[in-house]
């Protein structure tokens, strides 16, 4: 005989899941008493929602859905802000939560949520396991869903008495049929063959590179593309890392708080060819950023997202690696109008600013640009939400690394437990999380999680005393009243790193933080760099 | 614009609740929905009828296909298929007025199916714009309840939806 919880542990082998990310409860409790017996690490947050940011910054650097785990009630309802993070920035996830009894359902009982029903408009699927016997389907099928077509979070929440019911036998399904679930991957190929000739016919094609070329895992592909083609690259927010910032032909992050030059490109150009992004207001805010007469070629695993927010004349459905295959065949020695690549280069030389300084504060946007020369290229780093977020996707030259942000949800308090996933992940890179005052507090208590597991992340804070992103917001379109902007009360950061016995410093000028990070990357221990910064920086 | 939309669904529980909740998130607006169950018993047919413009429509043709218990969406071709809905009917109807409306009941094809002292309860079957013309009809009476299904669809000639 074999219990459900017991279960749950071989599904969790047998999809080769090696860490899992948690806080125990009470209707959770058989799951983890087997969990003890397994080879699969559990890592125990401070707070569940952190769970599920550390699963996402898993999964987003092995590749393999990032799994949590939660009790039910409370802990599972804290779990929502990570997994609608998940779910706005299409990142693979499974979610498990106890559940009280079967027969309690629906009785209100201590700690009982409906979490299957809180979670339905973010959650790619939703399970509430109604018998021991269904749960090998339902993990075979939820790692399924999670990680194929496009990808996001997916929950499997299961009453205490269905973990703790013993049946006769395990058996792992080896595939999957879900009647209504068949995502086209493969690209129609008169489609492709319609966008080639538009590209060719066009005199000034530019390239909007999303999250999707990333999570097809077709990065190396698409630069060739790129390359060959000397069609000028832009990329959203969670695009960023597609293509490597030095590269002549790209320009930047595009939007409200994008690179002018990336702007300036996509006003111009005639023709756009957008690639697993789903152009959310923040890439394409006014309906003037882009021509009347832009043709819009759109490539997107989730045929929804066509159409949705942009008028697009030329639909292409498919994963963005066959899509491209198949583009790079039909498009054979193209190369953009010489004219087109001299103006693209142009202008970046043209748009190009230098930050001004201001004496005794770090410049921000100048210390991120200098941050990966002094990294190994491989490097992540991952940036929270506010300022520094805008400071880091506009100004980190990234190389062989990765960019980690949340641009779908723009959730505070990402990086830090974001950063504990992606270190599990690869555990070999440089991985350093850049926050500010404010969202550093939002998660600081994971300090703790960095701690214990002994994970060698460097985290800088970006210190203003402000939000500073609301702020900058209210200067703007409120009068200067900076109504809840003013951080009040923080705790003195040097001390907090003392407290849990991190290494730590504190930098007024650039030089110095400079200094401090070429040391700081030599260390294989977690370290907290405070810069303080001009309080009236701007993002841009 | 109205359309009607015909979606085919795995028959769980929970199902209706993904789909109705679509269409509120996204701010569709719907004017009926019908639901039961298909020739297969692990299939159900939704038969949904909402208003919006092209957009909407495609928006929630592909926002529903997104639904993985969601098996097939179809927007039927306007005048290309029948649809029916149900309405019980009670009108108030003194003894001098019965004869009346058992008339209106019969032009309009309608069942009288209920009688007490002081009202009648009819039955009609038709599509949603005969129900309006039968209600219009009987309202001089005074209508004391209408209980009515949602709109089900289903396309003229030999095509069927199936899995």
């Known amino acids: ?348 030389k043209s748009f190009f600013r230098t930050p001004p300084k201001f004496d005794g504060f770090v410049e921000p946007r100048a210390l991120v640009a200098r941050l990966s020369s002094m990294l190994r290229s491989k490097a992540i780093l991952v940036a929270d939400v506010g300022q520094n977020q805008i400071w880091c996707a506009n100004n980190f030259m990234i190389r062989d690394g990765r960019f980690l942000t949340t641009g779908g949800m723009g959730t505070m308090g990402y990086s830090i437990p974001a950063s504990v996933g992606v270190k599990f992940a690869r555990p070999n890179r440089d991985v350093v999380v850049v926050c500010g005052d404010g969202s550093f507090q939002m998660s600081m208590n994971e300090l703790a999680t960095i701690v214990g597991n002994k994970l060698a992340i460097k985290i800088i804070i970006m210190r203003n005393h402000r939000l500073g992103m609301v702020r900058e917001l209210q200067d703007m379109h409120y009068d200067k009243r900076h109504s809840g902007t003013i951080l009040e009360g923080d705790p003195d950061f040097q001390k907090l790193a003392e407290a849990y016995g991190i290494d730590h410093a504190e930098a007024n000028s650039n030089e110095e933080a400079e200094e401090i990070i070429k040391d700081m990357v030599k260390s294989d221990k977690p370290f907290i760099l405070v810069c303080n910064v001009y309080p009236d920086t701007p993002s841009i | 614009m109205q359309y009607t939309l015909s979606v085919l669904v795995e028959n769980h529980a929970g199902v209706l609740s993904k789909i109705s909740g679509l269409f509120s998130r996204r701010g569709f607006n719907i004017d009926s929905l019908a639901v039961g169950v298909t020739n297969n018993p692990d299939v159900s047919r939704i038969t949904i009828v909402a208003n919006g413009d092209e957009y909407v429509v495609e928006q929630l043709e592909k926002q529903l296909n997104k639904v993985i218990p969601v098996i097939k969406v179809k927007r039927l071709a306007e005048g290309e298929f029948i649809s029916r809905e149900l309405i019980l009917i009670k009108v108030h109807c003194a003894a001098s007025k019965r004869a009346e409306i058992i008339k209106t009941a019969e032009i309009m094809q309608a069942k009288i199916v209920d009688v007490a002292p002081s009202c009648v309860t009819v039955e009609y079957c038709e599509c949603t714009n005969r129900v309006n013309t039968l209600i219009d009809l009987l309202r001089p009476y005074g209508i004391r309840e209408i209980v009515r299904t949602g709109t089900i669809a289903i396309d003229r000639g030999a095509s069927a939806l199936s899995v």
């Not at chain 1, 690209?187 to 492709?192: E, F, I, K, T, Y």
């Open chain 1, 1 to 348: 005989m074999i219990s459900g919880a017991e279960i749950m542990v071989k599904c969790l082998e047998a999809e080769g899941v090696k860490v899992v990310f948690g806080y125990p409860g009470a209707t959770i409790c058989p799951f983890y008493d087997k969990l003890y017996d397994s080879d699969i690490k559990h890592v125990l947050v401070r707070q569940e929602q952190n769970a599920a940011h550390a699963a996402s910054g898993y999964s987003r650097c092995s590749g393999l859905p990032g799994v949590c785990v939660a009790t039910s009630g409370p802990g599972a309802t804290n779990l929502i802000t990570g997994i609608a993070t998940a779910y706005a920035d299409s990142v693979p996830m499974i979610a498990i939560t106890g559940q009280v009894r079967s027969d309690l359902l629906g009785r209100d009982v201590f700690q009982e949520a409906d979490i299957t029903g809180a979670c339905e408009p973010f959650v790619k699927h939703s399970y509430l396991v109604g018998k021991t016997e269904d749960l090998p389907r339902i993990f075979k099928e939820a790692f399924h869903i999670a990680s194929t077509g496009r990808k996001g979070p997916v929950l499997i929440d299961i009453p205490m008495d269905i973990q703790q019911q013993e049946i006769e036998r395990f058996e792992y399904p080896d595939s999957v049929n879900i009647i209504g679930y068949k995502p086209n991957t493969r690209g129609h190929a008169v489609q492709v063959r319609r966008a080639v000739e538009a590209i060719k016919k066009s005199r000034r094609p530019l390239i909007v590179s999303g999250g999707g070329v990333l999570s097809s895992g077709v990065k190396l592909k698409f630069q060739a593309f790129a390359d060959k083609t000397r069609i000028p690259v832009i990329s959203t927010m969670m695009g960023i890392g597609v293509m490597p910032s030095d590269h002549e032909m790209y320009l930047g992050m595009l939007g409200t708080h994008g690179k002018p030059v990336a702007n300036r490109a996509l006003h111009d150009a005639d023709l756009v060819i957008v690639c697993g992004a789903r152009l959310g207001d923040r890439a394409v805010a006014a309906p003037d950023q882009m021509s009347e007469n832009t043709t819009v070629i759109h490539i997107d695993i989730d045929p929804a997202e066509i159409g949705k927010n942009v008028k697009t004349e030329i639909p292409i459905v498919g994963d963005m690696k066959n899509v491209l295959n198949m583009m790079i065949e039909e498009i054979g020695d193209y190369v953009v109008p010489n004219q087109w690549q001299e103006t693209v280069k142009g202008w970046k």
